[in-house]
């Protein structure tokens, strides 16, 4: 890290001295944007792992599943009876059976059983009649129907601000299913994931652009069923992740990662169409958001901060810098996994840690089903599963 935020200095210096009188963070990202200034409300403010947010090593208990059979399944999705879903970063759907009381005795299918490409799928739900819901990074909102073998898109663009104009989806993350059958999603960023070195889209760069161009370019949308057409519910979020709809489907709660709290979003009553902040500040980045079998939420923390991020928004000059060098420098991740339960109200309840992922880390998403946690990621090749009964 020290050697990046170096390399940062020196080009930032070197461009200013080498093109006198030139603003050289007017000059365009890789991604073609330009840098903007960042909004000081949207400074990432760090919770400290202490008090309520004070680590522990619960998660440790956490069990492997499915370990060199899957790999990177950011989200994972339990059907009625008891079928797991998993879909690979390369697009690739594969399916476990058993019981989801005895978690520890599921098989997953050695073969594939539809292809969901291309793109990088993310986050995906199953309706009431098992048919999975999918957002594609490159697709969009796709679903597939249960027992196809084939996907149908449903959204990829949403109306512009002109007449007749069209705004593309560039980047769909995560979902939730209303009981009427319409999809709320989050499309995260402007900028979409490219194809990376290793053939796979690479989401983590798309991430760091968005959050070192600055802008917040994301955006809370809803299919409509009945119509097809799809509407912006919220714009001018920094990095929309995970979704989570409220049981009575009253309120969406949406985890904002680069600013590292949680929204709470109105669809019904007296505050239907406003936002305001669940949770103000978490001492990691949220990713993935679902809702618990006793109405709360449950959120994976996907990570530790990241001084890096926190310190660079407030330097323009340095996040121009940092953008043309992570394409050849990695992401400095703090590895560490943890899951976090708040009320709707944004009160929390729990919190289960690994702190230096020794038994699992980089957690994107968490699902409780009949007493156990399910969790996904974007890098591991397994699956972690806890039993909440021995987690105290």
């Given at each position: 890290?020290?050697?990046?935020?170096?390399?940062?200095?020196?080009?930032?210096?070197?461009?200013?001295?080498?093109?006198?009188?030139?603003?050289?963070?007017?000059?365009?990202?890789?991604?073609?944007?330009?840098?903007?200034?960042?909004?000081?409300?949207?400074?990432?403010?760090?919770?400290?792992?202490?008090?309520?947010?004070?680590?522990?090593?619960?998660?440790?208990?956490?069990?492997?599943?499915?370990?060199?059979?899957?790999?990177?399944?950011?989200?994972?999705?339990?059907?009625?009876?008891?079928?797991?879903?998993?879909?690979?970063?390369?697009?690739?759907?594969?399916?476990?059976?058993?019981?989801?009381?005895?978690?520890?005795?599921?098989?997953?299918?050695?073969?594939?059983?539809?292809?969901?490409?291309?793109?990088?799928?993310?986050?995906?739900?199953?309706?009431?009649?098992?048919?999975?819901?999918?957002?594609?990074?490159?697709?969009?909102?796709?679903?597939?129907?249960?027992?196809?073998?084939?996907?149908?898109?449903?959204?990829?663009?949403?109306?512009?601000?002109?007449?007749?104009?069209?705004?593309?989806?560039?980047?769909?993350?995560?979902?939730?299913?209303?009981?009427?059958?319409?999809?709320?999603?989050?499309?995260?960023?402007?900028?979409?994931?490219?194809?990376?070195?290793?053939?796979?889209?690479?989401?983590?760069?798309?991430?760091?652009?968005?959050?070192?161009?600055?802008?917040?370019?994301?955006?809370?949308?809803?299919?409509?069923?009945?119509?097809?057409?799809?509407?912006?519910?919220?714009?001018?979020?920094?990095?929309?992740?995970?979704?989570?709809?409220?049981?009575?489907?009253?309120?969406?709660?949406?985890?904002?990662?680069?600013?590292?709290?949680?929204?709470?979003h109105w669809l019904a009553g007296p505050k239907a169409g406003t936002t305001e902040i669940l949770v103000h500040s978490l001492p990691g980045y949220p990713d993935g958001v679902s809702r618990a079998p006793d109405g709360n939420f449950w959120v994976a923390l996907i990570t530790d901060h990241l001084p890096v991020i926190n310190w660079s928004v407030r330097l323009r000059s340095v996040r121009?810098?940092?953008?043309?060098?992570?394409?050849?420098?990695?992401?400095?991740?703090?590895?560490?996994?943890?899951?976090?339960?708040?009320?709707?109200?944004?009160?929390?309840?729990?919190?289960?840690?690994?702190?230096?992922?020794?038994?699992?880390?980089?957690?994107?998403?968490?699902?409780?089903?009949?007493?156990?946690?399910?969790?996904?990621?974007?890098?591991?090749?397994?699956?972690?599963?806890?039993?909440?009964?021995?987690?105290?």
């Open positions: 890290m020290v050697r990046s935020l170096l390399l940062a200095f020196l080009l930032a210096a070197g461009s200013a001295i080498l093109i006198k009188g030139v603003d050289f963070t007017k000059l365009p990202l890789p991604c073609l944007l330009p840098i903007v200034d960042v909004d000081p409300a949207k400074y990432p403010v760090p919770a400290p792992w202490t008090g309520e947010f004070a680590k522990n090593t619960r998660l440790r208990r956490s069990k492997r599943l499915f370990e060199g059979q899957i790999k990177g399944s950011e989200s994972i999705a339990v059907s009625r009876n008891g079928t797991v879903y998993l879909l690979d970063g390369s697009g690739y759907l594969k399916v476990a059976h058993g019981s989801t009381r005895q978690p520890l005795d599921i098989t997953i299918d050695a073969q594939p059983q539809a292809y969901l490409g291309p793109g990088r799928p993310l986050g995906f739900h199953l309706d009431g009649d098992d048919d999975l819901y999918i957002c594609n990074s490159l697709l969009g909102l796709t679903r597939l129907p249960d027992g196809a073998r084939a996907q149908q898109l449903l959204a990829n663009s949403v109306p512009g601000a002109a007449p007749g104009s069209f705004s593309p989806i560039a980047y769909a993350d995560d979902l939730d299913i209303l009981l009427g059958g319409d999809v709320v999603f989050s499309d995260a960023s402007a900028i979409p994931p490219a194809l990376g070195r290793a053939g796979r889209y690479d989401t983590m760069r798309s991430y760091m652009l968005t959050v070192l161009q600055g802008a917040p370019s994301g955006r809370l949308l809803r299919w409509h069923a009945g119509s097809g057409e799809t509407s912006t519910l919220a714009d001018g979020l920094w990095f929309p992740n995970g979704v989570a709809l409220a049981a009575d489907g009253s309120f969406v709660v949406v985890a904002e990662t680069v600013t590292a709290r949680i929204l709470k121009w810098a940092l953008a043309w060098l992570s394409h050849f420098l990695p992401v400095p991740i703090k590895h560490m996994g943890a899951a976090l339960k708040i009320s709707p109200e944004g009160k929390v309840l729990d919190l289960l840690v690994d702190p230096d992922a020794h038994v699992i880390g980089s957690i994107t998403s968490v699902v409780e089903r009949d007493g156990w946690l399910y969790m996904g990621s974007l890098t591991n090749d397994f699956i972690g599963v806890l039993d909440l009964s021995k987690a105290s």
